[in-house]
């Protein structure tokens, strides 16, 4: 594949007005969420989960990519028709996340470090035979209380930046996500302050690795203050703060930034990305690049609750999942309001 083609791939999963879908949860991710609810932490529930998900009437009009796991990239429908198949006849291009989790980082107590770099240039070979069109790898940046450490940043924004080397080099558009947690009691200043330091040594590396930023895409959190902090910024404030941030640190070569959720609810998610879209349509606004969203469970979460596992939910599930998703499509058009979610 050649750069323009990975360069038309990155506009088009950040294109209008759709955003990501994340549903890469890694196997033991998706059982604790299964086994919250009474759902069987089994390889076919797991798969029925993700056969409701992908044949959501309608999907496509909100959705222009969909990140999967390794397990679902290689499952099919129960009719055999492979998942690629049909998220690809739904109009959506499909993604994979290929780091292989955050782990302990020696030295560093209370961080991780994201691995998945040993024999990544064949497996995202396979990836690409198979179908996946972009790649995602996740850092986690724990925030406050003396975190993060400066050998935490460094590694992981190092980790990202060869990721997304090697993701371009076979032919993958990388999804670059550095997520500064929400777990804590840190201010919004404070997430302010990792998120910006985070991103400044990201892209720092991004440059050093040679990656192209024309064909990338961004993932972070927003900016946002812990959730036990006790003084919780308006929708307004923390989309003040996140935009401030980005334009400081996120060069506008780059096409699109796809904010992950983080443990937000989805109305929080969809009102927080609105007033983001609701203020660049000032006359003084000057945004770049795309804002749109890949969120995971601010899109999932309701759709997976009325699910539990029960055949005769689908419907009423794969409605929820549209309804989330379709919320945040307006979003994107700075059209998101409350009475939406009294329908
Ligand atoms: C932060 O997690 C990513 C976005 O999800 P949310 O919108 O729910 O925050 C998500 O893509 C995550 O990376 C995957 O679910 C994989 O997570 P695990 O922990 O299973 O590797």
């Known amino acids: 594949m050649n750069a323009q083609e990975l360069i038309d791939t990155a506009r088009t999963l950040v294109a209008g007005d759709k955003g990501l879908l994340a549903m890469d949860e890694s196997n033991s991710t998706c059982n604790k969420r299964f086994a919250k609810l009474g759902i069987p932490q089994t390889e076919e529930a797991r798969r029925a989960y993700r056969e409701l998900i992908v044949t959501t009437p309608g999907l496509g009009e909100c959705i222009s990519g969909a990140i999967l796991y390794d397990e679902t990239i290689r499952q099919q429908k129960k009719d055999g028709t492979p998942f690629v198949k049909a998220i690809i006849e739904a109009g959506i291009i499909p993604g994979i996340k290929v780091d292989t989790g955050a782990k302990d980082m020696a030295g560093h107590p209370r961080e991780k470090i994201t691995e998945g770099l040993d024999g990544l240039r064949d497996r995202l070979k396979e990836y690409l035979e198979i179908g996946a069109r972009f790649a995602k790898w996740r850092a986690v940046i724990a925030a406050g209380d003396g975190l993060p450490s400066r050998g935490c940043i460094e590694a992981n924004a190092q980790a990202l930046a060869r990721y997304a080397a090697l993701c371009q080099e076979s032919g993958l558009v990388p999804v670059v996500e550095p997520e ?132 005769s939910h689908i419907l009423a599930a794969q409605q929820a999942l549209y309804h989330r998703a379709s919320c945040n499509r307006a979003a994107r058009r700075g059209e998101y309001n409350a009475a939406m979610e009294r329908i």
Not at 213 to 236: F, H, R, S, W
């Open 180 to 311: 500064v947690l929400m777990d804590g009691d840190h201010t919004l200043e404070r997430c302010r302050e990792v998120t910006e330091e985070v991103l400044r040594r990201v892209f720092d590396q991004l440059y050093t690795q040679r990656v192209t930023l024309e064909a990338m895409i961004l993932k972070p959190n927003m900016v946002l203050p812990g959730l036990t902090c006790a003084k919780q910024e308006t929708v307004d404030e923390v989309a003040d703060a996140t935009v401030r941030c980005l334009l400081r640190v996120v060069p506008a070569a780059v096409p699109g930034i796809a904010f992950l959720s983080g443990g937000q609810s989805g109305e929080l998610a969809s009102a927080r990305l609105n007033a983001m879209h609701v203020r660049s349509k000032s006359p003084n606004s000057r945004l770049p690049w795309a804002l749109a969203f890949s969120f995971a469970r601010a899109i999932q979460q309701p759709a997976l609750e009325i699910w539990r596992g029960e055949e």
